[in-house]
């Protein structure tokens, strides 16, 4: 059975104090009245990682980096790398973000190096894929996002892949406030599931779980978790908030 995941992406967002505030009501929240079914993720910039860890019930909530050094360790000034995010307790790490290979020039080549270390680590990628609105008004956004899954995680053996979390997060939803309609986001992720069948098996594309990303909300979670593919969503500005972060997560 796969999992149903909420992961929180806060982006560039709170000092150390403000994220542990954060962390902390969203975990008095998870205990009390969140549904156990859902894995419940915090992505938190490095600097908050090891605090954030140690402010909440580790059995209930799971915390993320967003992002991780291509290399294992050396002399990569500024680098932060797996085992250092795995040394602050987290164990997820948030890979390929739109903002990361848009902004920062991640390419697929970069992704690859990052993905094989994560997993040589066991830390587990959420690893993020999705088109850019004119690939969408092309209508050539499934060409585009099978693109970008051949040029990294379909390169993983089969044992790899089943380890690895995918969120497809169309562009043009990001911090919009324009939602990819319930329709668009499960065919896509039906798509990317099919594609997982043909390349591994259809037992292996059961598996796997694949979340939303673009302006999810309290409001449209409902809708977009009741689709067959849609296992949970990857969520940035409504994860700054507790009370909806917590609506999200019981959103089932
Ligand atoms: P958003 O961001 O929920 O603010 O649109 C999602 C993401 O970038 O992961």
Redesign the pocket.
């Known amino acids: 059975m796969r999992k149903k995941i909420v992961a929180g992406?806060w982006k560039c967002n709170t000092t150390v104090k403000e994220g542990v505030e954060l962390a902390k009501s969203v975990n008095e929240l998870v205990l009390t009245r969140g549904a156990k079914d859902v894995v419940v993720v915090l992505g938190t910039p490095f600097t908050h990682l090891n605090s954030v860890a140690e402010s909440v019930d580790r059995n209930r909530i799971q915390i993320a980096s967003q992002n991780c050094a291509a290399e294992s360790k050396g002399a990569f000034t500024g680098e932060v790398s797996v085992s250092m995010i795995q040394s602050t307790g987290a164990n997820y790490v948030i890979l390929g973000?739109s903002?990361r290979r848009e902004y920062y020039n991640e390419t697929s080549e970069i992704l690859n190096k990052k993905l094989a270390l994560i997993l040589e680590q066991g830390l587990i990628p959420i690893y993020c894929c999705g088109e850019a609105l004119t690939i969408r008004e092309a209508g050539t956004q499934n060409e585009f996002v099978k693109q970008q899954l051949d040029e990294t995680i379909f390169y993983l053996t089969e044992e790899q892949l089943l380890k690895i979390v995918i969120a497809y997060?169309p562009i043009w939803?990001?911090?919009t406030g324009k939602t990819a309609t319930t329709q668009q986001a499960q065919d896509m992720l039906a798509y990317i599931r099919g594609l997982i069948a043909a390349k591994y098996s259809k037992s292996v594309a059961e598996e796997i779980s694949i979340l939303y990303?673009?302006?999810?909300s309290a409001s449209n979670a409902n809708e977009l978790f009741s689709q067959p593919d849609i296992d949970g969503g990857?969520?940035?500005?409504?994860s700054l908030k507790a009370e909806d972060f917590l609506s999200i997560i019981n959103g089932y």
């Open positions: 992406n973000h903002e997060e939803a990001i911090g990303g673009g302006s999810c990857l969520i940035g500005g409504a």
